[in-house]
């Protein structure tokens, strides 16, 4: 099944746990590979991004390969 970055922006993101995480606002690309390689969060009002890898815009930054399944949701792994 091929998922689009623009399908992708703008989801729910949620931790494989069941949290609320924030809302995926934008996916970095190896531009010389075109592989993905991360995920950026707008993160929920009750989460420390402290706690996470930020990006230069404070957006949660996640490995593109913690992704765990996409559907009405993306579900990323925290382990």
């Known amino acids: ?23 995926l606002r934008n ?3 190896n531009v010389e ?11 929920a009002q009750d989460i420390d991004t402290r706690l996470y890898p930020t990006d230069d815009s404070g957006r949660i930054t996640f490995p ?3 992704i765990r399944a996409v559907r009405d949701v993306v579900v990323v792994g925290m382990s």
Do not use: C, N, P
């Not at 091929?2 to 949620?14: A, I, Y």
């Open 64 to 66: 593109f390969q913690s």
């Open 1 to 23: 099944m091929k998922v689009f970055e623009s399908d992708l922006r703008g989801k729910t993101v949620m931790s494989d746990q069941g949290g609320y995480l924030g809302v």
């Open 33 to 43: 590979t075109g592989d993905l390689v991360s995920i950026h969060v707008e993160a």
């Open 27 to 29: 996916i970095s690309a």
